[in-house]
């Protein structure tokens, strides 16, 4: 559908079509149909945020992200993480009940850099939170444990998914 920005997926939801594009002829066979009449402001926001969540819609993304991007996806990490990393699946027992999002500002907070990422995804915990009593509570109360990836993926792979997040993170925005 040609869609290369947040703009672009928001004239799909309210036009049915690009606005920049409407004058070129129509080629699918089935036309989307317009929403923008039926839609409040705040829907077409929340869809716009959905279709970019659930279709791993990142226009511009550096080559070393997608690889890590994808080797998530192979690893399974999706499944727990939600649509591409975004979070939101129920963890009763964890702190915020929830597995975060690789960009939630609540994940940033845990691991605080690149090298913790990787020893998140290469132990299923760390250290530093471990010796916190307060954090190694919550880590070992909450029902969906992270897995140590250590003898599953490779140091290489591991890495490519820590540039993935921490593209997520802050080279995106």
Known sequence: MYLEKDDHIRDFIKYGHRKDKEDEPETALIRMPAYGKSLSARQVEDLVAY?????????????????????AQAAGCFGCHGPSGRGGIRNPGSFKGIIPGWDDPGLADLTRNGSETEEW?????????????????????????????????????????????????????
């Open 51 to 71: 279709v970019k969540g659930v279709s791993a819609f990142y226009p511009g993304m550096p080559d070393s992200a997608r690889k890590g991007m994808e080797a």
């Open 121 to 173: 995804i290469r132990t299923g915990t760390l250290k530093r939170l471990e010796a916190n009593g307060i954090a190694h509570h919550f880590l070992h109360a909450q029902r969906v444990q992270m897995p140590a990836y250590d003898t599953l993926l490779s140091e290489e792979r591991i890495g490519d998914i820590g540039r993935f997040i921490n593209w997520l993170r802050n080279d995106r925005k």
